[in-house]
């Protein structure tokens, strides 16, 4: 199965003279050994190491600074921020896209925009309601806070709470890409013609407002300890950190599978409505599960973003815009992300936009 990209792009190499292995198929998935023979083997190294390196260096440095496996705010942001220093440095040394660089995207500071906006004003609120409704239900004496296994090894609870926090992850992601006024609010997560780092924490904090007390909630009623729950919340931060990055990486094809790759999550972004429609988790299992998988190795991706580009470019207007969007009798199709109708215009219309290469997530024409 994996023949076609890697074929395709082996005749690319040989086009270019067989020097320069990082302009071929720029947007497709590489395969473990893929072009290895075109590339200087530290990079191919740090290609198949980064993802390993970048998650224990990260684990392990948090484990250190936590006090007996608790992480307080402090240790937190501090591990976001060294977590975040790596993976920009790997962005710039072993580049995955040329021409994809936080330091060149306009829309960076939006990015972090977003990111503050939510953590600083809006998360607050979210925890005030999300602690009033655990309070209330708790009111009714159910007993449902013994119902977490505060027994079982820690290793296997974190591995239960990934996996149901991941399932509820997905029904949500799915559902924002199923309707079509809840899609407007996603949008600006999808309206990237670059994919790198920042592009994780661009995200409507109307959507995670709502993702958070989803999220949440549930396990503390349940009586899930908050230990586990914030590294849980680490997890989340490393692993889209990574997924959405613009590193280099190698995998075995079977990993694919097993994790959320930079690759897997690519097909997700892809402006083919199509592609759009799978890989909705955050691990790749609850997508196999409900049919929804795509495998990067069969699903070579050509242009990132959303046709039509709708989202507006200004901070404030991007967040209004989901709401704006309400108000309309309809929602423009391009922006629109599941109907029979719009799935219809949206592959009449495949193929890049005009601006696809400007932005550098094709090779330039020509090449
Ligand atoms: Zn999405
Ligand atoms: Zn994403």
Redesign the pocket.
């Known amino acids: 199965m994996n023949e076609n990209v890697a074929g395709g792009s082996t005749a690319g190499a040989s086009n270019d003279g067989g020097l320069s292995m990082p302009r071929l198929v720029p947007t497709a998935a590489r395969g473990w050994g893929q072009g290895s023979e075109y590339l200087p083997a530290l990079r191919l190294h740090m290609a198949r190491l980064s993802f390993w390196l970048v998650m224990t260096a990260s684990f392990g440095l948090m484990a250190w600074l936590s006090d007996g496996g608790r992480i307080d705010a402090k240790t937190a942001y501090i591990m976001v921020a060294v977590n975040m220093l790596i993976v920009a440095v790997l962005e710039q040394v072993i580049p995955r896209v040329p021409g994809n660089n936080m330091f060149r995207d306009r829309q960076s500071l939006r990015d972090l925009g977003h990111l503050f906006f939510f953590k600083f004003v809006c998360r607050p609120f979210a925890w005030t309601i999300t602690l009033a409704i655990v309070g209330f239900i708790a009111s009714y004496k159910l007993g449902a806070e013994r119902v977490w296994p505060t027994n079982w090894p820690v290793l296997i609870q974190f591995v239960l709470l990934l996996l149901l926090f991941d399932l509820i992850g997905y029904w949500y992601?799915r559902l924002?890409?199923s309707v079509d006024r809840l899609f407007a609010f996603?949008a600006i997560?999808?309206d990237t013609r670059q994919v790198h780092m920042l592009k994780a924490v661009r995200v409507h904090f109307a959507e995670q407002f709502v993702n958070f007390i989803l999220v949440v909630t549930p396990f503390l009623l349940v009586g899930c300890p908050p230990s586990l729950l914030a590294w849980l919340g680490m997890w989340n931060v490393f692993e889209s950190n990574l997924a959405h990055s613009n590193v280099d990486q190698r995998f075995p094809s079977w990993l694919h599978y097993v994790v959320r790759t930079i690759d897997v999550h690519y097909i997700?972004?892809a402006n083919d409505h199509k592609m759009?429609n799978s890989n909705?988790g955050g691990l790749p299992i609850w997508d196999l599960v409900f049919g929804t998988y795509r495998h990067p190795l069969d699903n070579p991706v050509t242009a990132t973003g959303i046709q039509g580009d709708p989202v507006p470019a200004g901070f404030l207007a991007q967040l209004a815009f989901p709401f704006r969007a309400q108000l309309r009798a309809a929602v423009p199709a391009p922006m629109a992300?599941s109907s029979e109708r719009v799935l219809a215009r949206g592959n009449a219309q495949e193929g890049p936009g005009p601006t696809d290469r400007e932005a550098g997530a094709l090779p330039p024409e020509g090449a």
């Open positions: 992601h924002l890409h996603h997560h999808h997700h972004h759009q909705f992300g």
